[in-house]
């Protein structure tokens, strides 16, 4: 069971130890992950069939809690029917 974007942003925000500016990366990518495979109408499940892993390493991508690699994006990217973009922008 995958725990909503919101709910764990609430849970995070609300750990007074937790930055929220330092965390801002990891919820922008899991955010479009998500909305990405909701887009393509696909469970995690579905989408960890497509790409050959497992619904809880689907799960831990969508989690906001690290990082994935270039080639991770570009795989989900591909499952999902979506266009992987990277966008630098000032800060």
Do not use: W
């Not at 942003?9 to 998500?34: T, W």
């Not at 495979?37 to 050959?52: C, H, K, V, Y």
């Not at 809690?65 to 266009?83: F, I, M, N």
């Amino acid at each position: 069971m995958t725990i909503p974007f919101e709910k764990l942003k609430a849970r995070l925000l609300a750990n007074p130890k937790v930055e929220c500016d330092a965390l801002a990366p990891e919820f922008e990518i899991s955010a479009e992950l998500v909305k990405a495979r909701l887009r393509a109408g696909l469970s995690q499940a579905e989408l960890a069939a497509r790409m050959g892993t497992s619904q809880s390493a689907i799960a831990r991508l969508e989690s906001g809690q690290a990082l994935p690699s270039t080639k991770t994006l570009l795989r989900y990217a591909g499952a999902t029917g979506s266009r992987f973009h990277v966008r630098l922008s000032a800060a």
